[in-house]
T-cell receptor, first 114, second 113 residues
């Protein structure tokens, strides 16, 4: 199992550009989430999905879109990049089990918007 | 929604000493409390978790305690080693809900040799 994978690892965008961060998992988990990590602010939830075709907003959804057409994939779209979106982005997946909703994180994408 | 506060934001200890990190949560419906360790440039990884029907849980040098009445939980690391240096995050999850984890803001632990 590859677990949770993310691409790209690094990205530099200019203000106003759009792009998609890719996330995939091969553990057949129903729950997937996107977080952003900024210094001193921990991990903040952007969007999440409880299954294919179902998504919902987290704490900081503005400027981001998601879709979940398959169980495996959960891409995050930046519609018009802004410097405030400079951050490290983590995708995570989870499944309810004896360990409740244990989250498995991807390796992260470091995004810089200039 | 849930709000998780974590203290301290930075913590330095001498190798061999103990370290304690504390978190409080606001949603009394939360019943799952994991702790994640994040080494520099790496992804967060689960190190220990506790459910609300348990007051304490240990795994070798790490332990977590939970006080549901006061809505706070703590991570204890004994006999600290340099490889324990990392950022530690606490989190809380409401029971029976599709909502996701709410994380604390993190504690940078430095173990001095």
């Amino acid at each position: 199992n590859a677990g949770v994978t993310q691409t790209p690892k690094f990205q530099v965008l200019k203000t106003g550009q759009s792009m998609t961060l890719q996330c995939a998992q091969d553990m057949n988990h129903e729950y997937m989430s996107w977080y952003r990590q900024d210094p001193g602010m921990g991990l903040r939830l952007i969007h999440y999905s409880v299954g294919a075709g179902i998504t919902d907003q987290g704490e900081v959804p503005n400027g981001y879109n998601v879709s979940r057409s398959t169980t495996e994939d959960f891409p995050l779209r930046l519609l018009s990049a802004a410097p405030s979106q400079t951050s490290v982005y983590f995708c995570a997946s989870s499944a309810y089990s004896g360990r409740a909703y244990e989250q498995y994180f991807g390796p992260g994408t470091r995004l810089t918007v200039t | 929604g849930e709000n998780v506060e974590q203290h301290p934001s930075t913590l330095s200890v001498q190798e061999g000493d103990s370290a304690v990190i504390k978190c409080t949560y606001s949603d009394s419906a939360s019943n799952y409390f994991p702790w994640y360790k994040q080494e520099l440039g790496k992804r967060p990884q689960l190190i220990i978790d506790i459910r609300s029907n348990v007051g304490e849980k240990k795994d070798q040098r790490i332990a977590v305690t939970l006080n549901k009445t006061a809505k706070h939980f703590s991570l204890h690391i004994t006999e600290t080693q340099p490889e324990d240096s990392a950022v530690y995050f606490c989190a809380a999850h409401p029971s029976g809900s599709a909502r996701q984890l709410t994380f604390g803001s993190g504690t940078q632990l430095t173990v001095l040799p």
